[in-house]
Nanobody, 124 residues
Framework: QVQLVESGGGLVQAGGSLRLSCAASGRTFGRYAVGWFRQTPGKEREFVAAINWTGVSTYYADSVKGRFTISRDNAKSTVYLQMSSLKPEETAVYYC?????????????????WGQGTQVTVSS
């Protein structure tokens, strides 16, 4: 089992950058694939980015390609989401999720563990 804690959210102006962190408990974090999702009130949670357990494979939603970068440091049991050129419509609660497995996963149902989320607000 793994517990996830997101951090790094906050208020940023449009065009700015933020780096989110997802810190995990447990000694086997290196065996987990991790994804980032986001949700705004009244909307379904949407996939943002994912990374496999080694960090070699990554996958992004089309809307964030070229602007967001997912990475991980298994020695620190942490996954990062570097976000740049942020847009007001990307204001949301950002969640990280984890599941055992060696590939990238893009659907919510594929993840077993979720963090509590961190708020990102992009002002225009």
């Amino acid at each position: 089992q793994v517990q996830l804690v997101e951090s790094g959210g906050g208020l940023v102006q449009a065009g700015g950058s933020l780096r989110l962190s997802c810190a995990a408990s447990g000694r086997t974090f290196g065996r987990y694939a991790v994804g980032w999702f986001r949700q705004t009130p009244g909307k379904e949670r949407e996939f943002v980015a994912a990374i496999n357990w080694t960090g070699v494979s990554t996958y992004y939603a089309d809307s964030v390609k070229g602007r967001f970068t997912i990475s991980r440091d298994n020695a620190k049991s942490t996954v990062y989401l570097q976000m740049s050129s942020l847009k007001p419509e990307e204001t949301a609660v950002y969640y990280c999720a984890a599941t055992l497995g060696g590939v990238v996963y893009v659907r919510e149902s594929q993840y077993d563990y979720w963090g509590q989320g961190t708020q990102v607000t992009v002002s225009s």
